[in-house]
Structure formats: structure tokens, C-alpha cells
């Protein structure tokens, strides 16, 4: 099987910073696109960042110069680094996998992980 684990959450002050991670496991041969999102309580789960296999990134705009995503790849593992966090950031982060290519040759896409709690307090 093949597992998305989050860590990292927890509760911080307002202005304060969280590292997030998110490793892979499994019999995985590659990863594609790896992400972050979140959903806070009564909205929709949005995007925060993603970042290619290469190294690209892209950013919701109310995390851009606040949040970096990175991902080391012989970990295969993904990370957020928060910093000057908001009370509107409190949600619960989900690790995101594009696409998928385990030893056997099957391809997964649309992966999720259970999701990490972040809650930051005013």
C-alpha cells in the first residue's frame, strides 16, 4: 500500500511559525506534483502551495511570502514551512499527491493523506 503521512501540527500564538511534513510510503517509484491544502470548519478545502517533481512552485495568493513548500525527493517527502501565521490559518492541512508510480507499474493519482491539525490562536 501507499500512505501519506502528515506531521507537524499543533498550536501556535498568532505571528508564529509550524514546519509541516509529509512523507510517502510504500513501494513508490516517483512522485509527480506534490501539495498542500487545507479546510478550515463550514468552507471548502483550498489549495496553500504545490510543487513539481523539478522543483516548481505555486502559491495561493494569501500564502504567497509567508508559507514555502519544498520536497526532498529521495524521501519522498514534502514540507510546508509556515511562518507569521493568522488565526484565519487555523484548518486542517491535507498532503496532496498529484500522481503516483509504484515499482509495480500502477499509477495513482489524486492521493490524500489524513491531514494535520493547525490551530493558531489570536
Known amino acids: 500500500q501507499v500512505q501519506l503521512v502528515e506531521s507537524g501540527g499543533g498550536l501556535v500564538q498568532a505571528g508564529g511559525s509550524l514546519r509541516l511534513s509529509c512523507a510517502a510510503s510504500?513501494?513508490?517509484?516517483?512522485?509527480?506534483?506534490m501539495g498542500w491544502y487545507r479546510q478550515a470548519p463550514g468552507k471548502q478545502r483550498e489549495l496553500v502551495a504545490r510543487?513539481?517533481?523539478?522543483?516548481?512552485?505555486n502559491y495561493a495568493d494569501s500564502m504567497k511570502g509567508r508559507f514555502t513548500i519544498s520536497r526532498d525527493n529521495a524521501k519522498n517527502t514534502v514540507y510546508l514551512q509556515m511562518n507569521s501565521l493568522k488565526p484565519e490559518d487555523t484548518a486542517v492541512y491535507y498532503c496532496?499527491?498529484?500522481?503516483?508510480?509504484?515499482?509495480?507499474?500502477?499509477?495513482?493519482?489524486?492521493?490524500w493523506g489524513q491531514g494535520t491539525q493547525v490551530t493558531v490562536s489570536s
Open positions: 496532496h499527491v498529484d500522481r503516483l508510480l509504484t515499482t509495480r507499474g500502477i499509477v495513482l493519482d489524486n492521493c
Open positions: 510504500g513501494t513508490i517509484s516517483s512522485i509527480n506534483t
Open positions: 510543487i513539481s517533481s523539478s522543483g516548481s512552485t
